[in-house]
């Protein structure tokens, strides 16, 4: 699919940047205030004490423990600045301030859907995670995987049957048709994505840069596509999550929780879907993927080889860190992995 630098934008690239800034200055702004709130209503993280197979997590627990009571939930602020960006917008359009607003029904209303939806989702599994005393916490696996399927699958029947979109294109090669097939390959985009997402959110600083990254990277290849009121909205998607990583840089603040990373995974996944940019996804949020690959080949090696594992721990950057290298250098050398293959994808998306 050709790219192209639009002669007469929607929005001009000046006013992109003012909407990053915008919602950058939001999260700023509101930091303070919601995070006495989280305080005041000991809205703090429960630190797991198992892992995903019921055995003890004992890296996790020897570096992590200490981080008990950090306020979680701090997606909120992340999504909550993207809305308020989006709708002031929408203000200054109304009174003729701006000639278009970010909230545009082709290019905006879905991503927004899945932010929305999955945010509130993650954020009544993470009040669960608070809340529920003893062994159990948060939403059961079942119920979570089923809501992410039915939010999922409501997107990409609107695709398939209202937008028309019926195939992705493969760079170098073309587009290839999948027909009915496109609905199951969006919802599996969608789900991987945040689950993805959700499973690297595991250090300071380490899921909310590289989303930054990510948003930063589809907001280019948007814009060369000439979907310019789609770029804006990636950019003040990385310019509210980079206010919230303002304060996550370790020792972080608060954490962002299942509703940030459930809410911007999901929302990244529609964004390449909408850009047709689904092979490049795996490059621009490439430590999202090596990531989610570390559960699956630990989970697997344990069932299969008796218990035996692959890493030291998993996910990957817990196996980073029982090699000592120190949390903040594990989260910059990913950031860099991130940036490297994020430049990658750009190429290939612009060429390919």
Same mark, same amino acid.
């Given at each position: 699919m050709d790219t192209f630098i639009p002669v007469r934008p929607d929005i001009p690239l000046l006013a992109i940047l003012l909407y990053a800034l915008i919602a950058f200055m939001f999260g700023i702004t509101a930091t303070p205030w919601y995070l006495r709130f989280l305080l005041h209503f000991r809205l703090g993280k429960q630190m797991r004490c198992e892992t995903v197979d019921g055995?003890?997590?004992?890296?996790?627990?020897?570096?992590?423990?200490?981080?008990?009571?950090?306020?979680?939930?701090?997606?909120?602020?992340? &999504?909550?600045?993207?809305?308020?960006?989006?709708?002031?917008?929408?203000?200054?359009?109304?009174?003729?301030? /701006?000639?278009?607003?970010?909230? $545009?029904?082709? $290019?905006?209303y879905l991503p927004l859907f899945m932010l929305v939806s999955f945010g509130l989702l993650g954020a009544l599994d993470d009040y669960l995670n608070i809340c529920c005393i003893g062994k159990k916490r948060g939403l059961d696996w079942l119920p979570k995987l089923i809501s992410l399927l039915a939010i999922s699958t409501a997107g990409g029947l609107w695709f398939y049957f209202k937008l028309g979109y019926d195939a992705i294109h493969v760079p170098f090669i073309g587009e290839l048709m999948l027909g009915g097939w496109y609905v199951p390959v969006f919802i599996f985009i969608? /789900?991987?994505?945040?689950?993805?997402?959700?499973?690297?959110?595991?250090?300071?600083?380490?899921?909310?840069?590289?989303?930054?990254?990510?948003?930063?990277?589809?907001?280019?290849?948007?814009?060369?596509?000439?979907?310019?009121?789609?770029?804006?909205?990636?950019?003040?998607?990385?310019?509210?999550?980079?206010?919230?990583? &303002?304060?996550?840089?370790?020792?972080?603040?608060?954490?962002?929780?299942?509703?940030?990373?459930?809410?911007?995974?999901?929302?990244?996944?529609?964004?390449?879907?909408?850009?047709? $940019? /689904?092979?490049?996804?795996?490059?621009?949020?490439?430590?999202? /993927?090596?990531?989610?690959?570390?559960?699956?080949? $630990?989970?697997?090696?344990?069932?299969?080889?008796?218990g035996k594992k692959v890493f030291l721990a998993a996910p990957l950057h817990h196996h980073f860190e029982a090699l000592e290298w120190g949390e903040s250098k594990v989260t910059m050398r990913l950031w860099i992995v991130g940036i490297f293959f994020a430049m990658l994808g750009i190429f290939i998306g612009m060429f390919g």
């Open positions: 055995r003890i997590a004992s890296v996790f627990n020897h570096f992590h423990a200490k981080k008990a009571g950090t306020p979680t939930m701090g997606g909120v602020l992340i &999504w909550g600045s993207i809305l308020l960006t989006v709708l002031l917008s929408r203000v200054l359009s109304l009174f003729g301030i /701006v000639e278009r607003s970010l909230l $545009q029904r082709g $290019q905006v969608i /789900v991987g994505t945040a689950n993805a997402v959700n499973v690297t959110d595991g250090l300071d600083g380490l899921a909310a840069g590289l989303l930054t990254i990510a948003f930063l990277a589809l907001a280019f290849l948007a814009y060369l596509k000439g979907l310019t009121v789609l770029a804006g909205f990636c950019a003040v998607s990385a310019g509210a999550t980079s206010a919230f990583l &303002w304060h996550n840089v370790p020792p972080a603040l608060f954490f962002m929780g299942d509703t940030g990373a459930l809410a911007l995974g999901g929302m990244l996944g529609v964004i390449a879907l909408m850009i047709d $940019q /689904v092979f490049v996804l795996p490059l621009i949020g490439f430590v999202f /993927v090596i990531e989610m690959l570390s559960v699956i080949i $630990q989970l697997t090696s344990k069932k299969l080889r008796n």
